[in-house]
């Protein structure tokens, strides 16, 4: 089989306002903490490596965070290298480090090139410096731009940058309107990014963001004002032929997330981190049958002890086929009926019959040989999402 697998790095300069990821302000952990973390992913690689079978591969691996840029790369090499060395990365494998603006320069990014790393993602997150400041991001748009064109000098060619839609009133400045997310589009697009994940902004308890709305002092956009900025990015990005191949997702043919894809194809993966998640099959021997779905502690403490263990839960058969069918609503394709039939022994369109035809009557989805979301649906993604939980 061939894994993915995620390095979660929970280091942050600080934290976003809207953001409830795992992660912990850098300068309140002492390098000596940072560097016991690298010890301890590198110990709890070790106690995974019983989950693969002999001739098992890794084609993806995904370093992300926090802010995996605010580490000495020279970790993040040694740790590839110890990987590297207990089993095989296929040679074409895709591996991305996320960077965010002003956490970088020309020497970080060339090592990264070294050590393999041949993706990178950039949370540029909008290039308008009214609403970077509103967000509680650490960088401006100049930031941005340097950044991707660094990268490009360093050797990457495969630049990823995530954008942000429907950024709200905050305290007294406006929300974003329909112009500035068709620019900050436009901007990473001519600075030729090779693929854009543009995701809506969301309110997430116990941020300070959501505190703001409580207080009546963030306000969101319109609905359909939200609308019509989604489906302008998908316009935009055509124009610079990028297609949209997931919900927030656009890439040219040869640039799709392989690791992503693994999540929303239901594919095996291994995490190593603080709070990282694993998915693989309970069986060696029957990698069709029950999976388990477990995560490491989200305690940092304990994980720099290599007390790694966190919450566990075994999935079965039929729960993958409804968890198959929901990720795989996700892709503008839809989910494939032929790998459904492979893995699972029948076909979705007999096993969901009903609920395919009643997705259908009301608009959202359509299906001939595969189920798809239609325009209407891509709107209302969360009803189709719903009837497969």
Known sequence: MNYGLYIHIPFCVKKCIYCDFLSFNSCDIHEKDK?????????????????????DHIDSIYIGGGTPSLVDPFYIDTLLRVIKSDIYVTKNAEITIEVNPGTVDIDKLEKYVSSGINRISIGVQSTQDRLLRSLGRIHNASDCEETFKM??????????CDLILGIPQIKNEPGQTFEELCEDVENVLKWGARHISVYSIIIEEGTPLC?????????????????????AVSSLAKEYYLSQYEISNYARSDTKSAHNMKYWKCLPYIGLGLGAASYYPADKKKPQGDYIRSSNTRIITDYNEFYFKGE????SVEEQMNE???????????????????RFGCYYHDKFKDKLEMLASKGLITFNENARLTKKGLDFANEVFREFV
């Open 35 to 55: 560097y016991k973390y690298f010890h301890a992913l590198e110990e709890d690689w070790y106690t995974k490596l019983n989950i693969f079978n002999p001739g």
């Open 151 to 160: 990268a490009k000098e360093a050797g990457f060619r495969n630049i990823s």
């Open 211 to 231: 505190e703001l709305f409580e207080r009546n002092k963030a306000f969101e956009i319109d609905d359909d004002l939200e609308r019509k900025m989604y489906r």
């Open 312 to 315: 566990s839960e075994i999935i």
């Open 324 to 342: 198959y069918m929901m990720l795989g609503f996700r892709k503008i394709s839809g989910p494939d009926g032929r790998v459904f039939k492979k």
